[in-house]
């Protein structure tokens, strides 16, 4: 399957803390978006890092990628009640056009 | 603005019955999207639009399933004779074109139960 793999698929800190997630996927891609999902909600995108670059910040959010290890991670600072949501890394391979290829998400709960 | 709106927000049906799915992208948006979620997994792709072009339909799981899209705008997903496994929630959504390098606009969904 060409689908990405987050890790872990739980996770759970306390407000205040830094939430690193993670996600791996299998073919040579052109870009990995990262996308939020509240409960019984839509999902909202956070960030897109292209293949050619290796780090990109927005807020609290920094993403990296490392096209070597066919890996990203997300890192979220300073954590907040509110950041407690699904996330999801989706990834446009290569040649696929805009289509976008989802994991299966992280549930990250933060407690306040 | 607007963001992208679907109808109905819950369905419940039949086993057997068909449903009509409704999607309402962004205005100026011509890439449209479904997708389906099951329960604790990640989306799944269906279909996608674009313009006028063919549409790809490489991800829909079998021929109960069909959609359509009106005017380059408005997206109605089809399962006929729906069979329990198809509950799931139905995402639609939009982005300007098809350019791999922009980010999709998601609706709330459509939560599909079928008894």
């Known amino acids: 399957s060409q689908q990405g793999e987050e890790d872990p698929q739980a996770l759970s800190i306390q407000e205040g803390e830094n939430a690193t997630m993670n996600c791996s996927y299998k073919?040579?891609?052109?870009?990995l978006q990262w996308y939020r999902q509240n409960s019984g909600r839509g999902l909202v995108h956070l960030i897109l890092?292209?293949?050619?670059?290796r780090e990109k910040h927005s807020g609290r959010l920094r993403v990296t990628l490392d096209t070597s290890k066919k890996s990203s991670s997300l890192l979220i600072t300073a954590s907040r009640a509110a950041d407690t949501a699904s996330y999801f890394c989706a990834t446009v391979f290569t040649g696929a056009n805009s289509k976008l290829t989802f994991g299966k998400g992280i549930t990250l709960s933060v407690r306040p | 603005g607007a963001g992208v709106s679907q109808s109905p927000s819950n369905k419940v049906t039949e086993k057997g019955k068909d449903v009509e799915l409704r999607c309402d992208p962004i205005?100026?948006?011509?890439?449209l999207y479904w997708y389906r979620q099951s329960l604790g997994q990640g989306l799944e792709f269906l279909i996608y639009?674009?313009?006028?072009?063919?549409?790809?339909k490489s991800g829909l799981p079998s021929d109960r399933f069909s959609a359509e899209r009106t005017g380059g705008s408005v997206s109605t997903l089809t399962i006929q004779r729906t069979q329990q496994e198809d509950s799931a929630v139905y995402l639609c959504?939009?982005?300007?074109?098809?350019?791999?390098?922009?980010?999709?606009?998601f609706g709330p969904g459509t939560r599909l139960t079928v008894l």
């Open positions: 073919t040579s891609i052109n870009n």
């Open positions: 890092i292209r293949s050619n670059e």
């Open positions: 639009f674009q313009g006028n072009s063919a549409p790809d």
């Open positions: 959504a939009s982005s300007l074109t098809r350019v791999a390098l922009l980010e999709q606009f």
């Open positions: 205005s100026g948006h011509t890439a």
